[in-house]
């Protein structure tokens, strides 16, 4: 069971790869190479899942709730402006999340702009690059610390 899950959505897979003058060079597997890490240094336990498609990470929101995950940092990809079902997964199951984007969105085209997920999430980070991921789990921990969970 990990306190916290760190959610990404599709084409993440291709972090380091796709779009680097947007998204950089930095692998997903670095980053969760870092988070690892640094959640060590927090005494928090870190779980990651990445998937191109919508219901594998409905499925995973929901099982991470019945696993006893307090807060998940998510990046739901082009599904931040599309996926209500995955909004409502997060509702179903009372999983608080923190919203992060590698890019910022508010600088890309306007359908970006409205993300699904801001309004229910604990913070939203965009545009940082990697490192949103890393403050965004600052952020779990201590919320964590301080023993909130809702």
């Known amino acids: ?4 899950l ?8 291709l972090l380091g790869t796709r779009e680097p003058e947007r998204y950089g060079a930095v692998r997903l597997s670095d980053i969760e190479a870092r ?4 959640a060590a240094a927090y005494g928090v336990s870190i779980g990651f899942f990445q998937s191109n498609s919508e219901g594998a990470l409905i499925d995973r929101v929901q099982l991470a709730a019945t696993e006893g995950c307090r807060i998940a940092i998510v990046n739901p990809g082009g599904y931040s402006h599309t996926s209500v079902a995955l909004r409502d997964a997060f509702l179903g199951v009372s999983l608080p999340l923190i919203e992060v984007h590698v890019s910022n969105i508010y600088q890309r085209e306007s359908f970006r702009h409205h993300s699904y997920f801001s309004d229910i999430a604990v913070g939203t980070l965009a545009g940082f690059g990697p490192v949103g991921y890393s403050l965004a789990l600052t952020a779990a921990a201590a919320r964590l610390a301080a023993g909130d969970h809702h």
């Open 6 to 13: 760190v959610l990404n959505g599709p084409n993440l897979n």
């Open 35 to 38: 988070l690892t890490q640094e």
């Open 1 to 4: 069971m990990s306190q916290v």
